[in-house]
C-alpha cells in the first residue's frame, strides 16, 4: 500500500506564492511518474503537472511559466511551486503516484487564493 500526505495548502492573496509538498511512504518501489491534480467546485479533475523518476515534466498548457513541479527521490516526495497565483487557481489539489495502470491519490490540500 502507498500513502501519499500533501502538505502546504492555504489561503493566499491574488499575486502570491505557495508550495506543495506531497510525501510518499509504504510501499514506494517502482512510482512513476508522479504528479499534482486539482479539482474546483463543480468541476472535474484536471492535470496539473507530473514528473518521472528521470525528471521528465508534463504541465497543463494554461499553468506553464507560472507552476513548476520537482521531485526529491531520496525523500519520496514531490513538490508544485506555484506563483503569480490567480482566484481560478482555487482548487483542492492532489497528489497522485502510478505503479503501471494503478494510481494512488492524497486526501488533497485546499488552496483558497483571494482577489
Known amino acids: 500500500q502507498v500513502q501519499l500526505v500533501e502538505s502546504g495548502g492555504g489561503l493566499v492573496q491574488a499575486g502570491g506564492t505557495l508550495r506543495l509538498s506531497c510525501a510518499a511512504s509504504g510501499s514506494i518501489f517502482s512510482l512513476n511518474p508522479m504528479g499534482w491534480y486539482r479539482q474546483a467546485p463543480g468541476k472535474q479533475r484536471e492535470l496539473v503537472a507530473v514528473?518521472?523518476?528521470?525528471?521528465?515534466?508534463n504541465y497543463a498548457d494554461s499553468l506553464k511559466g507560472r507552476f513548476t513541479i520537482s521531485r526529491d527521490g531520496a525523500k519520496n516526495t514531490v513538490y508544485l511551486q506555484m506563483n503569480s497565483l490567480k482566484p481560478e487557481d482555487t482548487a483542492v489539489y492532489f497528489c497522485?503516484?502510478?505503479?503501471?495502470?494503478?494510481?494512488?491519490w492524497g486526501q488533497g490540500t485546499q488552496v483558497s487564493v483571494s482577489s
Open positions: 497522485s503516484a502510478a505503479r503501471g495502470i494503478v494510481v494512488y
Open positions: 514528473i518521472t523518476s528521470g525528471g521528465v515534466t
